[in-house]
Structures are given as structure tokens and as C-alpha cells.
């Protein structure tokens, strides 16, 4: 039976075909499966999400129909889409567009695809679907044919590995626009010219560098030999402004800025991930080619950078990390959908060795009470917080480096231990409320000597500081991304000295016995020899 789909229409439900039937393929269109197609009878013609093209043809080809589709149609299909129309039978299509992939195939492929892309959920035997037995516990990040732009190369090697014939039809599209800018900044390291050269050859994807070994300007070097309207995101105030003082050094250009009450584009602009998701990716005015998501590592920012991966249409999506491994495969897997897979990571200790980062020394101070508690926020209160002997001790400590001649910054979570911190051993406490005048002041003060120590509860991500050569991780945390940012705060090479001091606080008990455990755990993991030679404690 021959069916036409003659032409498209624009309703309040979105895109539709309009179908020219005959009467006796009435009950087969009736019976579509609404929730996909949403078969609607508009008094002369039946009427068919236009997204939904390719699958029609599918089910009607089974159906035992012929579906005869208008040019118009298909146009305004590849528009709406951003998909190229095929309808080639024998092999597997994947049709790729700037924010995701759509895999054309029999449901048993698609399937396999599904259960590959996809991870556990950690919390799954809290959700009342899982304790029900509605839902399996695993967050599928393909489904309907369609999956993340990020993952394309993942779904790839699933179809090599099963030994699936498939053709690739990419339509993604740049918008064009060149932009003219220049470079005035020192020539690159080897190790970075590489991870361009890299970077280039993949298309994209994530380049792991450690804290203080150039990310930053390495991705301005990727952006000047693209020359492209460019799109950096950031989740914090501090490193919108360093973003934009960078730029400006490097390009010696003005840039566009999105944050702290800004809404300003320009070809190359910097932008909070909070202000585009509160205010609406739609807001841009401009099209950016390519997208530079910046500390893409951290835990909080996985749930927001995929949903900005899957709206935005750059082509070109180059996410910066400072650690490879993530301890949630849930957030591994929505960072690479948003940005890609790993392109290179350079190692710490391979830069430490070149002489490229300082050589950390590990010292550890005595925390002397055991906690005991019932839950965390108690324990965390009682014997990290407002544990007095722990922190005279760090006091004790910070005021002893400062006398051989460190320049101190000490980490804390909570603004009553940078308080009390405050009033043992001086310096100037840094906490969120402040605004950025006075950060920028007081980092001033501290890189000429003004003071010392720096307490703070900011700082752990992005800030540079060259003169810090002695970082005490006073809050008792297990984060491992927290422990390599802070730390990598202290290891940027200085003049007449090569090595930072790393000092930890062994704790005990519950709860924080545990973190201490865990930071230690990842010192060794990333700085390898140079924790194991450079430590004067046992653990």
C-alpha cells in the first residue's frame, strides 16, 4: 500500500508530517505507538511527529507499506534534526550533528547501545522505582536512537567490538565566522605543542594536565590556531576573571563575559556555567565553534556540563582537567558524553621530573583526639572544626614554616576553623562572602610578603598564586580532586627554590581516620616516587 508523506506543518506540538494515505492503512497508522509517533487525525489527514521520519519508514516497510517522502520533507527534516535523511537498509547509519549521534539500525542494535552507554547508579537502592522494581538502577545516556555528540567514539567501538558493518555521515557544521586573534605570549613547551598536535588530530576531547603545568594556556594556543568564536565555561567567580585577565595578556583583546551580574559576548567569551543554565543557553546571541569547559573534573559541575553539552552546537568541545580518574563512573561517563573521551594526560611526576612543577616534600602534623560520634556533621564539627588542639597545632606548624621562610596558605571547609585559625597564627582569612576587589588585594599582599599565612575556604581551584611554596590541608577532607587542586597550588616552579611542602593532619577515629586515609591514597597515586621518597612520616 502506498503512503506519501507530502509535506510538514507546525503546530503547538511541534513539527508534523502530513500523510496521504489510503483508507485501508487507517488502523496500522491508528495503532503507532503514541508515546514515539503521536498519531493524530486532523479532520483531512493524519499527522506524525516529523522527528520521527526515519523510524516511520522503518514501521511502515515491515507494515508491509510503501512510504513515498516529498523533497520538502526531507529538507525540513535535516532542519529541524540537524540529521541528513538516508534511508540506506544495509548497513547501520550514524549521523552525527554538533551536540549529539543518531544510530539508524534494527532494535536489537540499538539495545546493545543502550546497556553500553550506561552506568549504575551509586545511590540506586535509595530510589523508590529501584526498590520497587520498576527501573534496573542503570542511567541509560542513549536511548531512542540518540545519544551525546561525547560518546559517539565509545559507541563506535561497541559496533567494532559486535563486528557491525556501519557508515558514518557526519553533518556537523561550522558556523564560518574567523576570528583575528593574536599571539603575544611565550612560546609553548614541548609537552603542550604535543597535546595541541593531539587535540587537533582527535577533534576534540579532555586534556589532563596537572594544577600549575599551563592548561590555561595551552587551550588560548588551541583557540588562536583554530580562529574560531570561542566558548569557555567555568563554575567559579575567581576563574571567570582569571579567564578574562589571561585573554587580555595573551590576546591583548577585550572578551565577552557571562557572571557575577556581566552578560557582555564577544568572539571569544568566558562564561559561569550557574549564569547559562539559570538564564537559558537560548539567551546567546552568538554561535561558538568551539567549547572550552574548564575544570571539568569536578564532581558538582558533571550534572551541568552534560546538560550544556547537549544543547550547545560547538563542533569543536576540548574539556580541561587536572586529574584523568574519577572515583563515579556516572560522572565519568557524563563528562566524556558532554566533552569527549581523554586525549592525553600528563602525569605529575613526569613534569616534576622535567623540572617543570616544584618537588613536594610531605609532612604530616598530629591531630591528638580520636573522634567518636554519630554522625558525620557531628564528628566533622567536634574534631575538625572546633577541635582547639588541632588547630594550635596547625597554627604551631604554619608559624614555624613562615620562620624558615615559606609563604603559607592554609585549607579550610568551614568559616569558624579560618576564624580561630586567624587568631593563632595572623595572616588574613579569605572566605566566600568576600568580593573580588578584596581577593585580588589580598592575594597581592600575600604573593609581596604583605602577609602571611592565607587562610581560606576558597582558593583550591584555579588561583595563582606563584609565590605559595607551603599548603596545609587543614580541612579534613577525602575529596581526591580537592587534595591534587590544593596541593598543585604549592608546586609551580620559583625562583631559588625547586620544591612546595605538602602538610596533611593525621586524623583518627571515625568518619575522618577514613579521609585522612583517603588523601594520603591519593598522593600516592599521582605523585607516585616523589610521595614515597619525599615523605618523613609512616603511614
Partial sequence: MLIRAVATVNTKYGWKIILNSPFQAKDDIKELDWDKFHPTWSGSAWLIDLKQLDSLYSVFQKLGHDLIIEEPVKKEYEKITGFKFVLEKDKIQLLLSENEFKVKADTPVLTILEDELCYEDENKEYMPAYISGDWDGYVRLFGGGIGPIGLFDRARKVLDEYDYEYEVHDNRKESGKKTNFKWHAYDLRAYQKYIIKKVLINGGGIISLPTASGKTVTALKLIHKLQMPTLITVHTKQLLYQWEDEIKYTFQCDCGLIGDKNWKEDDI???????????????????????????????????????????????????????????????????????????????????????????????????????????????????????????????????????????????????????????????????????????????????????????????????????????????????????????????????????????????????????????????????????????????
Fill in 269 to 539: 567569551t568566558v562564561a559561569t556555567v550557574q549564569t547559562l543554565l539559570s538564564k537559558g543557553i537560548n539567551k546567546l546571541k552568538n554561535r561558538y565553534d568551539i567549547w572550552i569547559p574548564d575544570e571539568c573534573h569536578i564532581t558538582s559541575a558533571a550534572d551541568k556540563y552534560f546538560q550544556l553539552g547537549k544543547e550547545l552546537k560547538a563542533v569543536w568541545r576540548v574539556g580541561l582537567s587536572a586529574t584523568p580518574w574519577r572515583k563515579s563512573k556516572g560522572e565519568s561517563m557524563k563528562i566524556e558524553g558532554a566533552v569527549g573521551g581523554l586525549v592525553k594526560n600528563v602525569p605529575a611526576s613526569f613534569l616534576i621530573k622535567k623540572g617543570y612543577l616544584a618537588e613536594p616534600y610531605f609532612q604530616i602534623i598530629e591531630n591528638p583526639r580520636k573522634a567518636f560520634g554519630f554522625s558525620y556533621a557531628d564528628v566533622y564539627k567536634r574534631y575538625i572544626e572546633d577541635n582547639q588542639l588541632r588547630n594550635m597545632n596547625i597554627a604551631e606548624k604554619a608559624l614555624e614554616m613562615i620562620e624558615n621562610g615559606y609563604k603559607v596558605f592554609i585549607s579550610v571547609r568551614r568559616i569558624s576553623q579560618g576564624k580561630a585559625l586567624k587568631k593563632l597564627c595572623g595572616g588574613v582569612f579569605l572566605q566566600g562572602k568576600d568580593d573580588m576587589d578584596l581577593r585580588k588585594q589580598t592575594i597581592e599582599d600575600f604573593e609581596n610578603g604583605k602577609i602571611n599565612p592565607l587562610i581560606s575556604t576558597l582558593l583550591k581551584e584555579g588561583a595563582n598564586i606563584p609565590s605559595m611554596s607551603c599548603v596545609i590541608l587543614a580541612d579534613g577532607l577525602k575529596s581526591d580532586i580537592n587534595t591534587i587542586q590544593t596541593i598543585g597550588r604549592v608546586l609551580r616552579q620559583k625562583e631559588g627554590s625547586n620544591h612546595g611542602y605538602v602538610i596533611d593532619v593525621r586524623d583518627t577515629g571515625k568518619y575522618i581516620g577514613h579521609h585522612f586515609y583517603e588523601r594520603q591514597k591519593t598522593m600516592k597515586e599521582y605523585y607516585g616516587k616523589y610521595y614515597q621518597e619525599n615523605k618523613d612520616y609512616d603511614i
